[in-house]
T-cell receptor, first 121, second 111 residues
Framework: DAGVIQSPRHEVTEMGQEVTLRCKPISGHNSLFWYRQTMMRGLELLIYFNNNVPIDDSGMPEDRFSAKMPNASFSTLKIQPSEPRDSAVYFC???????????????????FGDGTRLSIL | TQLLEQSPQFLSIQEGENLTVYCNSSSVFSSLQWYRQEPGEGPVLLVTVVTGGEVKKLKRLTFQFGDARKDSSLHITAAQPGDTGLYLCAGDGANDYKLSFGAGTTVTVRA
């Protein structure tokens, strides 16, 4: 089975440009997560979707960041305008979340893509 | 502030030595996951522990979940260079869809 697919693998662009990162989750998964990883801050959750609906975007750093999931097999993370401090590795992950009888959620393992290494000059 | 604190932050050992990585929190988790991340790749799940006091073994790796389900440890016996990587723990609060990740422990095993 194909894993989570992210594109591009590397992106170098100048400050002020628009950047679009893409993610194809594993087929059948109903939750999708966007993370940012830096040496200073580790792995930070930016936003997650369940059944294509954004559930929590509290980790999105600023209005310059936006994410969409138009269907179950595709999501984008857009930065406009980009700034040097946005330089990081951005990961997309997907999983299948189960609702349990007590009303809670049993989180299944998250499957990560190989990330997009973004450099803003 | 990290909900999950991992220690040590860095660990460098010689091949054949043992090591232990810790993951601690003041919060209770319904389960805890351990991931390993190699350079240039995304994290990959190693194991999920669910029951307080649970011990799981994966070849030379032993994972333990604390009785109170607030902490966990990963012990590697006779480490090999292939064990080199960033080890991340992630807690499942069971109230929402997201995991809380620790900052990770970078393990380097020298040949």
């Amino acid at each position: 089975d194909a894993g989570v697919i992210q594109s591009p693998r590397h992106e170098v662009t100048e400050m002020g440009q628009e950047v679009t990162l893409r993610c194809k989750p594993i087929s059948g998964h109903n939750s999708l997560f966007w993370y940012r990883q830096t040496m200073m801050r580790g792995l930070e959750l930016l936003i997650y979707f369940n059944n294509n609906v954004p559930i929590d975007d509290s980790g999105m750093p600023e209005d310059r960041f936006s994410a969409k999931m138009p269907n179950a097999s595709f999501s984008t993370l857009k930065i406009q305008p980009s700034e040097p401090r946005d330089s990081a590795v951005y990961f997309c992950a997907s999983s299948f979340e189960l609702l349990v009888g007590t009303g809670g959620v049993a989180n299944q393992p998250q499957h990560f893509g190989d990330g997009t290494r973004l450099s803003i000059l | 502030t990290q909900l999950l604190e991992q220690s040590p932050q860095f660990l460098s050992i010689q091949e054949g030595e043992n090591l232990t990585v810790y993951c601690n929190s003041s919060s209770v988790f319904s389960s805890l996951q351990w991931y390993r991340q190699e350079p240039g790749e995304g994290p990959v799940l190693l194991v999920t522990v669910v029951t307080g006091g649970e011990v799981k073994k994966l070849k030379r790796l032993t994972f333990q979940f604390g009785d109170a389900r607030k902490d966990s440890s990963l012990h590697i016996t006779a480490a090999q260079p292939g064990d080199t990587g960033l080890y991340l723990c992630a807690g499942d609060g069971a109230n929402d869809y997201k995991l809380s990740f620790g900052a990770g422990t970078t393990v380097t095993v020298r040949a």
